[in-house]
């Protein structure tokens, strides 16, 4: 190990947070694209580094780095990155199996807890929007009326209607980004222009 690196490396080791801030700044954003070279989706890429760093700081008083610090945390973001590949691959085998097999019987009730807490986080987001935008999104999704007919009942153009919708629809799912795949399972076509 170089000198400077061993000098880091020991500050780092007595519980220096500015040496670890310096390497943490030096090296995070080269090592979330190299994760990110594994890792399809960013956000997964960049959690898989913090969680690096992190581990490296609760670690540094039993780490070995016989090479240098860069080569030992970008091995451990490669590794990170292959074990972050087998979890969703074994995440994968199992939805598959599940959607295979279908669901057993005992999972109604899951069911119905979830479709629940999604209707309460729909309940949420509706509430962020501003009022016509709410009003033409109850009316063309709960009540099933074309555009023609929201623009009769509420005195507006259909261009009107359309551009409320698409905006809402857009606020929606931004609310409930993470529910999505879920609200498309259970809920079809809720969020779809």
């Known amino acids: 190990m170089q000198a400077t690196d061993q000098s880091v490396f020991s500050s780092i080791r007595q519980g220096d947070i500015p040496a670890f801030e310096m390497l943490f700044k030096t090296h995070y954003k080269p090592l979330c694209r190299f994760a990110h070279s594994y890792l399809p989706d960013p956000d997964v890429a960049e959690e898989v580094v913090q969680n690096t760093f992190i581990s ?21 973001v490669r590794n990170a990155c292959l ?9 994968q085998i199992h939805a598959n199996q599940v959607m295979a097999e279908g669901e057993p019987l005992t999972q109604a009730s899951d069911h119905l807890t979830i479709r629940a807490e999604l209707e309460t986080k729909i309940q949420e987001a509706l509430q962020t929007l501003p009022e016509q935008c709410r009003l033409i999104f109850k ?5 099933e009326l ?23 629809l857009k606020l929606m799912r931004i609310q ?18």
């Open 146 to 168: 074309k555009y023609q007919e929201i623009a009769d009942q509420l005195n507006l153009s259909v261009k009107t209607v359309e551009n409320q919708m698409g905006k809402a």
């Open 83 to 91: 074990n972050e590949l087998k979890r969703q691959k074994v995440r």
């Open 176 to 193: 409930l980004k993470d529910y999505l795949p879920l609200i498309i399972i259970l809920m079809g076509h809720m969020l779809e222009p």
């Open 139 to 143: 009316m063309s999704r709960f009540e």
């Open 56 to 76: 490296f700081w609760e670690k540094r008083a039993s780490i070995e780095v016989d090479t240098s610090l860069k080569a030992y945390l970008y091995r451990s």
